[in-house]
């Protein structure tokens, strides 16, 4: 018997799409921002080395991060507009997410086997579970204006944030007390491993299988997508023909493209803090013990989590009462604010307070770009081209983003003068969108 079809709006539709965060926002949390970075520090700690020999020659760990990061999503940028292009003549969106959720949770898993001895391995992982996460992420973006009318986008776009933070702080919990207090969880210490390491190896672990479980959810309910007519001769290409249509319709739409400059100037900054955040708290800050800097390290994303809650909340609401633009500007400022004061943090408790002040701005910077770019887009069923244009603007950002991040930290010997560079990425940022709404048109 065939299931029923969800209706555009319904709130079945809706939540189905909104449960995706839910599914894979335990990836950004457990993997990009908590344990991860504090169990790659630990692997450096424990060999009692800085660099390590990778690609010919020696590097540091920060950096070695850094341009890994970079390199994943060169090649994110170059994999969604093939996605894209063949999702839309095919009308199989649904199997490309699929596939790119399913490699993003296997790599998760595989990071169990991460090692300093194995470092190619170990980095492929890291290098997968990027992939992974961000392609399924634009897929499941490019749904958005297919299941949700223009009024109910900014709502279930926060919905969205607001389910995968309550998710991923649930995981997190769990991989906390397995970490802090491994032999509650029957994990023992070996002759060539701690607990706590082995400890955050379960972890990965449990963010791939609950990736893939939960979005099953989503799966189920989503459409398969809208199938294009006309000759599919070039297919695997037609996603840059795409992306280059939809350039050319830019410039028809003067609105849409001054918003797009500026999201792709601040949103460089904003990945680049989602993705390096960590890496500087378990540098910089003087914890004073191991277990305290792996305690305070999660506490302190618990706590953006959290916050940012409410922030995506309060994002949603002031968006209501003063429009779009006008709330992107402040939270723009408010981020310059922030990186002045993450220059200066010594303390754990400096870092407990930037942490929450992160919050307040994470999600609703997040929910609030992408339902404005909704907004903005012409009537159209080809959805999937206008957001791949949208996520490869964020991925070449976030490449010249960590690029940088990482050569400033490797060229001066701190991570801490980097946070001066996406300060100003804010304040750029902020300038460009007073520019969004202005009828005289750029020169």
Same mark, same amino acid.
């Given at each position: 018997?065939?299931?029923?079809?969800?209706?555009?709006?319904?709130?079945?539709?809706?939540?189905?799409?909104?449960?995706?965060?839910?599914?894979?926002?335990?990836?950004?949390?457990v993997i990009a921002s908590a344990i991860f970075p504090i169990f790659y520090g630990a692997l450096f700690r424990v060999a009692e080395i800085e660099k390590v020999m990778v690609f010919g020659g020696e590097i540091a760990r920060a950096p070695l991060i850094s341009y890994v990061t970079s390199l994943a999503f060169v090649f994110i940028a170059i994999v969604t507009p093939l996605v894209s292009?063949?999702?839309?003549?095919?009308?199989?969106?649904?199997?490309?997410?699929?596939?790119?959720c399913y490699l993003g949770g296997v790599s998760c898993i595989g990071l169990y086997w991460f090692s300093l001895e194995h470092i190619y391995f170990s980095l492929g992982c890291y290098f997968f579970g990027l992939v992974g996460f961000w392609v399924s992420f634009a897929v499941n973006n490019s749904y958005l204006p297919d299941i949700a009318f223009p009024e109910q986008q900014d709502g279930v776009s926060a919905k969205g944030f607001s389910m995968g933070y309550i998710g991923s702080v649930l995981l997190l919990l769990l991989n906390l007390g397995m970490v802090m207090k491994p032999a509650l969880f029957g994990i023992e210490s070996d002759a060539g491993e701690a607990a706590e390491i082995k400890a955050m190896k379960y972890s990965f672990v449990t963010v791939g299988i609950w990736w893939i479980l939960f979005s099953q959810y989503t799966f189920f309910h989503l459409p398969k997508g809208n199938k294009r007519e006309g000759r599919r001769e070039h297919v695997v290409l037609?996603?840059?023909?795409?992306?280059?249509?939809v350039w050319h319709q830019l410039g028809e739409e003067t609105k849409l493209k001054r918003y797009l400059v500026a999201f792709f100037v601040y949103s460089m900054a904003v990945q680049t803090v989602m993705l390096i955040a960590t890496y500087f708290g378990e540098e910089e800050i003087d914890w004073g013990s191991d277990s305290g800097r792996t305690f305070g390290l999660i506490i302190s994303i618990?706590?953006?989590?959290?916050?940012?809650?409410?922030?995506?909340?309060?994002?949603?609401?002031?968006?209501?009462?003063?429009?779009?633009?006008?709330?992107?500007?402040?939270?723009?400022?408010?981020?310059?604010?922030?990186?002045?004061?993450?220059?200066f943090l010594i303390t754990p408790m400096d870092f407990y307070i930037a942490a929450g002040c992160v919050g307040v701005v994470m999600g609703?910077?997040?929910? !609030?770009?992408?339902?404005?770019?909704?907004?903005?887009?012409?009537?159209?069923?080809d959805t999937t081209s206008f957001f791949s244009f949208?996520?490869?603007?964020?991925?070449?950002?976030?490449?010249?983003?960590?690029? !940088?991040?990482?050569?400033?930290?490797?060229?001066?010997?701190?991570?801490?003068?980097?946070t001066?560079?996406?300060?100003?990425?804010?304040?750029?940022?902020?300038?460009? !969108?007073?520019?969004?709404?202005?009828k005289k048109k750029l020169s």
């Open positions: 018997m065939a299931r029923a079809i969800a209706i555009k709006g319904s709130k079945k539709l809706l939540n189905a799409w909104a449960f995706y965060d839910w599914a894979n926002s335990v990836y950004s949390l292009g063949i999702a839309d003549y095919m009308g199989n969106k649904k199997v490309f997410m699929k596939f790119f037609n996603g840059f023909r795409e992306l280059k249509k618990l706590v953006i989590q959290v916050v940012a809650i409410l922030g995506a909340t309060l994002t949603a609401l002031a968006s209501k009462a003063f429009g779009n633009i006008k709330t992107l500007i402040v939270i723009n400022i408010l981020w310059v604010f922030i990186c002045i004061y993450a220059y609703g910077i997040q929910a !609030l770009s992408r339902s404005t770019y909704s907004k903005f887009i012409p009537d159209t069923t949208y996520d490869v603007a964020e991925k070449i950002g976030i490449i010249i983003g960590t690029f !940088l991040y990482g050569f400033v930290a490797q060229v001066t010997g701190s991570m801490r003068n980097a001066i560079f996406l300060g100003l990425f804010f304040l750029v940022g902020a300038f460009l !969108l007073t520019r969004v709404h202005l």
